[in-house]
């Protein structure tokens, strides 16, 4: 009898939340690069308790230079710090600009991003034209100029990055407003008498929130390599804050005879853009809507 009604019980209804997390699972390289993300936050987190001596302390002077050994694991600087300890506290910097710059980006997209998707029309245009704007402005260059003006600096940098990362989640957020402007739901709160502002606010960004996250952490390298190239430039973060692009830019005349001075950080650079990136085109295959679980 307990059998029979097993069988003939309904299947358990899977959410949309389950099968995106099952595809996400499916992609090795994403979840890979998860992993090494997780790990490098972790890393930054609590980079005190897992490096020997503050990164500004020149105690190793007499070492300066030093390739890698059991000691130093990284080795030494020209002018006596630990460069394992460096390379961890430049995590800290890359990190947080990464994640900082990208939440003013998802602040800036997602207003407009869902104005130019609900309104359409005029309103659309205008915004489509400030984007095509920013696209055809190399970021490079627009950062050099404007990190030059402002002698770079912390929340330069984190203001520069957010002013061109915004770009892609505008378009996601458009894009995922223009295809839920016609649901039922919509027009319903319409014919209620809701105002326009209550239902992007309650009904359609709250549907988009998939785009939004990808959009999010799609922005966080594009900051990464913002900063280091500025860093690397020598108007990025100014020292003694380690910054991997500043290291770069000072293993460089080096790199010929004490080459860790430029591989090191520039590895942990790519590493990290690396996994973010592929993190990130995973949530967006994961959490893409026109994709159906099975």
């Not at 900082?100 to 998802?106: K, R, T």
């Amino acid at each position: 009898m307990t059998e029979a009604l097993a069988q003939s019980a309904p299947p358990r209804q899977r959410s949309p939340l389950w099968f995106a997390w099952q595809r996400f699972l499916s992609n090795k390289a994403a979840v890979a690069g998860g992993i090494v993300l997780s790990a490098l936050i972790l890393m930054a987190l609590f980079a005190p308790l897992i490096t020997p001596v503050p990164p500004e302390a020149q105690l190793f002077l007499t070492q300066s230079l030093a390739f890698p050994s059991a000691e130093h694991w990284f080795g030494v600087d020209n002018l006596g710090r630990d460069f394992y300890t460096r390379i961890v506290y430049g995590a800290r910097v890359s990190l947080s600009i990464g994640f900082i710059a990208a939440g003013f980006s998802v602040l800036i997209g997602i207003p407009l991003g869902a104005l130019a998707g609900y309104f359409g029309g005029r309103t659309d245009w205008v915004i489509m034209r400030i984007i095509e704007l920013f696209s055809v402005v190399p970021p490079l260059l627009a950062a050099m100029l404007l990190g030059a003006l402002t002698r770079g600096g912390y929340p330069t940098i984190v203001a520069i990055a957010a002013l061109f990362g915004w770009v892609q989640v505008c378009l996601l957020v458009r894009a995922q407003v223009k295809a839920f402007r016609e649901k039922e739901f919509v027009r319903a709160a319409q014919a209620l008498g809701a105002s326009p502002g209550y239902i992007i606010r309650r009904h359609l960004i709250p549907n988009s929130i998939s785009p939004i996250i990808v959009g999010f952490v799609l922005a966080i390298p594009l900051a990464m390599m913002l900063e280091a190239s500025l860093s690397f430039l020598g108007i990025g973060v100014p020292p003694p804050t380690p910054t991997w692009g500043q290291m770069i830019n000072e293993g460089i005349d080096y790199m010929f005879f004490y080459w860790h001075l430029a591989v090191f950080p520039t590895a942990a650079l790519a590493i990290t853009v690396l996994a973010t990136s592929l993190f990130g085109d995973g949530l967006r295959d994961a959490l893409d809507p026109t994709l159906k679980g099975r």
